[in-house]
């Protein structure tokens, strides 16, 4: 009995109740008792369906979360779309890290669920397509095919019968690569008012490849990053929109033609990333430079000139995006942008602020789940809802869970109105386009009335009509501008009286999306006179100087194209700066050129520079040695990063210069060494600082280099460089300039000299040094030897409080005698009694909340910190201190351990509430390139850490919690297991004091960014 047939409506197979198959065969044999007692426990089995699922919270009250279909109807889904009649259409893989032993099918399927009784389940399941490998994502077209991306290529399928199965199936776009990671080559999808296909492609591990769409058209590259393209309706005209991402894994556009995409990954830069994407956009990351994206020509957030910041962070590893525009939801999430977090294991709402021509946002969670909640896919539904995929273990093996969710607002009641005028006012964007094509294909013949005049044709009609409906929201009038301005039989002047009057910043947005559509020049010389004036908003202006950078010079008529005003660039705006230089690029003359470098301001400058370096003219370099010396460090950096990018050998011996004209930031003197390393050829880029030791060390041997770069460069030196003489230990710590002394304590507690913790504990205890210098030197002692302990508990019971401090926290966990803790506890009204109970009496510390209750911890570090500030100075000890030894691992400005994510950036960009979570709880969420490995050797040594690649003799190598590194050949590795636990310490929120903590915290997000 078929499941098709099968009126007991078995909701648990996929395809055929196994049940219900030897009904008949029961009924047969066994007598209708026997197929009563059946029949009851399949109507059992199938209430049973998701009766052990965790239901995820929803923290708006007026929304529900509801299971639409759980495994095994679903196992390991990615991408989720729904069709016009509702039908919820799921990537089920089946080749995603297959386990040796997985007796799943053999390849990927599409499978097609229905509700067909209404009870909010599915109980019809079809599969739709199978016979795929690493199929990552999906999309419903405007007529009903289905577009797929897999790693290697976007197509269409096309059900021609209606029988709930693809029979007709068209490549649209082939990549060719050595990649074969599962995730990070090719993912969708958008789609515009026209039909044009958005789609992402993933870093690719860096392999050459070779796209190719289905005119023939192919797109090459390789290590450049991820990318993203537009392609047409049928896969031709490819077209590269945006590059510098990790893996932009789903992208989304709104009526208003605006383009966000989710980065998934972040590797050593969290947090991941939502982002507006533009024409010619570069968001930073290049895998050429190295995949941890630390290096000093890699941005994450706009750090470095050129490049664009992101819309917002968001949480981990997010995987769906969309732009939602519908009335299944309260009214005030239209014009959102919701995406699903499948590390955070949540869905997050974020409400677009207006940033320039950009946007930032306001994040809310609307849905939170536990650790099986792991959301990958979002798709809009007809009625408004949203239909959610769940990948639901952390484990990227297929382990034949999965689960689909329906997100609702309870009291929705939308409205599909079947006549064309009223559905192109439609809040649904699915049917207000699908009712402007219908109204933009209606006949506009023009027929003759009995008199013999003109009559109004049936557009005619439906154009009036739609026109009295004025004035229009902002969504109908943008998607009414993307259908006029398609279509050249209609006046296009249209456009500019159904607004009339209008300045509101949606409109105006509106006619900015006009601009960079497809109108004719001759329509527009004098319109852009009016888009680009300084009253604007500046999303206005950034589309329309976008528009004249996408014109030919010749479509133009003579003194008729406009001029860019080198004052938008003094705005400081990333996005409306690319829009102006794309335009200024496309009409660039020698004349430019030879004004660029006496242009008044930094700004200005700047951008000349950028348009000179993306015009790609040999002539241009010329004036390189004039932009290594502008007085603006920005500019500066701008010229080291050609001058590398290029290897341009030439200006090696230029490339000094940099470094003799106030100021000399550290983003600068960094991409200085990187260049140089370039220059020499290195293999590794991503090996620079390694590289640049030499350099840094001749500086700082050189009592004649300026104190500013010694001060730089012996930050970036290891602390245990072997060539460092102790005359020039001697004349560094004994330096006047405060900075150099701080830095040269903090590079001696690393060293080899023999005698440095003797030096230390003199600095320490020397109280004619400023507190932050003795601080630091505290930092390097060990509570362990018996000599340093003694040192430490007098200065813990001293009068400074700011050494007093220090001290205590070095005794942390010190094994101390009677005398000593009946020393300390006489300290104990003085100062934090608890850093003083850590030390003598751990159980008698004031119990603080369960590391897993974060809103807790929340609220306890708000009291605490509205006493006191954090001071970000004491928290830069904490972080180094052996009592967080946060430094075994993470790296900030240069010092520390590099097992874990280099801090110095990332700490800035995350919310309070996040940062605190990471800290309390380091193995909530472990991205994979930190996934800690148990080791067993052949000759049975044993040993956890996390992989940081190959030495140079081909050994790998692993870090442990304490910083080492542990080195093993491959083939001397027995066993390696990954672990589901960091090797970050899970109890630093109970080790640390809370005066400690917010220190800790006020020093991370103290980072700053951009040279």
């Not at 972040?266 to 947090?271: I, M, T």
Request: proline share 5%; with cysteine; hydrophobic share 40%.
């Amino acid at each position: 009995m078929k499941n098709a047939k099968c009126r007991m409506k078995c909701k648990i197979q996929n395809e055929e109740c196994k049940m219900c198959t030897g009904a008949w065969t029961l009924l047969r044999t066994a007598g209708i008792a026997f197929f009563i007692l059946h029949f009851s426990f399949c109507i059992l089995h199938s209430s049973a369906l998701g009766a052990n699922v965790a239901q995820p919270r929803v923290l708006d009250d007026r929304l529900s979360i509801d299971l639409f279909a759980a495994e095994p109807q679903i196992v390991t889904p990615t991408g989720v779309a729904v069709d016009a009649k509702g039908r919820v259409l799921c990537v089920e893989s089946h080749t995603h890290f297959r386990p040796k032993d997985y007796d799943g099918p053999p390849a990927d399927r599409i499978q097609r669920y229905e509700d067909t009784d209404g009870d909010g389940r599915a109980d019809k399941i079809v599969t739709f397509h199978e016979g795929e490998t690493h199929t990552m994502n999906l999309a419903v077209y405007h007529d009903g095919s289905v577009i797929v991306a897999t790693r290697r290529e976007v197509f269409r399928l096309r059900d021609k019968d209606d029988d709930g199965k693809a029979d007709e199936r068209t490549t649209l776009v082939k990549l060719e690569t050595k990649g074969d990671y599962p995730h990070n080559g090719l993912s969708g999808f958008a789609f515009d008012y026209v039909g044009n296909i958005y789609f992402g492609f993933g870093e690719n591990l860096g392999e050459p490849y070779v796209l190719t769409g289905s005119d023939g058209a192919k797109l090459t590259g390789g290590g450049e990053g991820g990318n993203i393209y537009r392609g047409g309706p049928n896969g031709e005209k490819l077209h590269q929109i945006a590059s510098g991402f990790w893996n932009p894994f789903h992208v989304a556009t709104d009526s208003f033609g605006r383009l966000f995409a989710v980065d998934n990954d972040p590797d050593a830069r969290p947090p991941c990333r939502l982002l507006h994407v533009v024409e010619g956009g570069d968001y930073g990351f290049r895998f050429r430079l190295g995949r941890r994206g630390t290096h000093p020509f890699q941005a994450w957030n706009g750090e470095i000139p050129g490049t664009l910041p992101m819309l917002s962070g968001t949480g981990e590893a997010p995987s769906g995006v969309i732009a939602y525009e519908s009335d299944g939801l309260p009214e005030e999430y239209f014009g959102n942008v919701l995406l699903s977090s499948w590390g955070e294991h949540r869905i997050e709402r974020h409400v677009l602020m207006p940033r320039g021509a950009s946007y930032g946002s306001k994040m809310t969670t609307i849905v939170q789940g536990g650790e099986d909640f792991r959301p990958v896919g979002i798709a809009l539904a007809p009625d408004g809802s949203l239909y959610v995929s769940d990948w639901v273990k952390k484990d990227y093996n297929l382990h034949k869970h999965g689960r689909i969710w329906r997100l609702r607002w309870k009291d929705a009641k939308p409205e599909r109105p079947t006549d064309i005028v009223e559905g192109t006012q439609s809040k649904h964007r699915p049917l207000r386009e699908a009712a402007m094509r219908r109204l933009m294909a209606l006949d506009n013949t023009a027929p003759k009335l009995a008199d013999g005049t003109a009559g109004a044709s049936e557009r005619g009609v439906a154009f009036n009509r739609f026109l009295k409906r004025s004035p229009l929201p902002p969504a109908v009038r943008a998607t009414f501008y993307s259908a006029t301005t398609h279509a050249d039989q209609v006046n296009n002047q249209l456009c500019a009286a159904l607004g009339a009057g209008d300045t509101s910043p949606s409109y105006t947005l509106a006619l900015g999306g006009l601009a960079a559509s497809q109108l004719r020049v001759s329509s527009l010389e004098g319109y852009f006179s009016v888009l680009m004036k300084a009253d604007r908003p500046a999303q206005v202006t950034a589309a329309a100087w976008g528009r004249v950078a996408e014109l030919a010079p010749d479509e133009w008529k003579p003194g008729k194209r406009p001029t860019v005003d080198r004052a938008v660039f003094d705005r400081g705006d990333p996005f409306l700066d690319l829009a102006a230089r794309r335009a200024w690029a496309a009409t660039w003359t020698s004349d430019d050129a030879a004004k660029a470098e006496k242009l008044p301001t930094a700004a200005q400058r700047l951008a000349a520079l950028l348009v000179m370096r993306s015009l790609k003219r040999g002539e241009y370099r010329e004036h390189l040695p004039a932009w290594l010396t502008d007085r603006d460090a920005r500019v500066r950096f701008a010229a080291v990063q050609w001058v590398a990018e290029d290897r341009l050998t030439q200006y090696r011996d230029a490339l000094g210069k940099v470094l003799t004209i106030e100021p000399v930031p550290r983003e600068l003197f960094e991409g200085y060494l990187a260049a140089l390393d370039a220059l020499d050829g290195t293999p590794r880029a991503d090996h620079w600082a390694e590289h640049a030791e030499r350099h840094v060390a001749a500086m700082v041997d050189d009592k004649n280099t300026p104190i500013r770069l010694r001060r730089l460069a012996l930050r970036m030196l290891r602390p245990d460089y072997p060539n460092l003489s102790r005359a020039r230990w001697d004349e560094l710590l004994a330096s006047d300039d405060e900075e150099l002394k701080l830095e040269a304590v903090r590079s001696l507690r690393g060293s080899r000299l023999g005698d440095r913790f003797e030096r230390l504990s003199k600095i320490a205890q020397d109280n004619a040094l400023s507190d932050d210098v003795r601080g630091e030197a505290i930092v390097g002692l060990d509570a362990a030897d018996e000599t340093q302990r003694a040192a430490l508990v007098s200065l813990a019971i001293g009068d400074n409080a700011s050494v007093q401090s220090d001290a205590r926290r070095a005794l942390a966990g010190a094994v101390l005698s009677d005398a000593e803790r009946k020393m300390l506890a006489e300290t104990l009204p003085q100062g934090d009694a608890d850093a003083v109970l850590r030390a003598i009496d751990p159980a008698k510390r004031t119990p603080k909340p369960d590391v897993k209750d974060v809103s807790a911890w929340m609220n306890l570090l708000d009291g605490a910190q509205s006493a006191a500030e954090g001071n970000a100075a004491s928290g830069r000890r904490v972080f180094f201190s052996r009592a967080a030894a946060c430094a075994n691992c993470h790296q900030v400005d240069g010092r520390g351990g590099r097992i874990g994510p280099d801090l110095t950036l990332v700490a800035g960009l995350l919310s309070w509430e996040r940062l605190i979570d990471s800290i309390l709880n380091p193995s909530k969420e472990v991205a994979p390139q930190f996934v800690p490995y148990a080791i067993r050797t052949d000759d049975g040594r044993t040993f956890t850490g996390v992989f940081v690649g190959e030495d140079g003799a081909r050994n790998q190598q692993f870090g442990d919690v304490d910083g080492q590194i542990h080195r093993v050949a491959a083939e001397e590795i027995e066993d390696r297991k990954p672990l589901d636990k960091s090797i970050m310490p899970e109890d630093i929120g109970q080790t640390l004091t809370i005066r400690e903590l917010l220190d800790l915290v006020a020093f991370l997000r103290s980072r700053q960014t951009g040279p």
